[in-house]
């Protein structure tokens, strides 16, 4: 059975220049998470569009997920039995830090238990929307393997990473990877 990819941009989409939008063009099997609030999310909303997603596209998939779409991951894990193959968790927006956007809702506190699939958490080290420390606290508690990038920014369109390469090597890792549960 092929597994496929649900791209999961964070807050306000991910436009035409992010990784997420490259990865989307170059494969068409990867398949695009479009929530109905990109600006001002309950978190409870985007919950429920995840959870109907996988439901559409079954187990075998991996989330490829940015920004707000981290914490997403983490509160969808322990809002539903549904597993996933694993989840590429890039650049995780800390939603109770004085830098995280005013207007969404029910963002925090971070969820900071393990989640029950593989996920590899990527930090840069001059995120404005994430410290090094609590990028590293959150794979932590996720249980994700960290990989931490050096100075890339929020890892998004700004960062002009393209389709970035290492990126798309550590997506294949979790694609490549045997169930585990």
């Not at 590899?120 to 606290?137: C, F, H, L, P």
């Not at 890892?155 to 549960?181: F, H, K, Q, V």
């Amino acid at each position: 059975m092929t597994v496929r990819v649900l791209l999961l941009p964070g807050l306000y989409d991910s436009g035409p220049e992010h990784w997420q939008s490259h990865w989307e063009r170059a494969d068409p099997s990867f398949v695009r998470l479009t929530q109905r609030d990109w600006e001002t999310p309950a978190r409870a909303d985007w919950v429920a569009a995840l959870d109907q997603a996988v439901s559409r596209v079954g187990e075998e998939v991996v989330l490829a997920a940015h920004s707000t779409s981290c914490a997403l991951v983490a509160f969808w894990a322990h809002a539903t039995g549904r597993r996933v193959r694993g989840a590429l968790l890039v650049g995780p927006s800390d939603t109770e830090a004085p830098s995280y956007p005013r207007g969404p809702t029910g963002w925090s506190p971070m969820p900071l238990a393990p989640i029950p699939f593989p996920t590899i958490v990527v930090a840069s080290t001059d995120d404005e929307y994430v410290s090094a420390g609590r990028a590293r606290t959150f794979a932590a508690a996720w249980g994700s393997r960290l990989v931490m990038i050096g100075a890339e920014g929020h890892i998004n369109s700004a960062s002009g990473l393209g389709d970035w390469p290492a990126g798309r090597a550590l997506l294949a890792e979790l694609l490549d990877a045997r169930s585990r549960g």
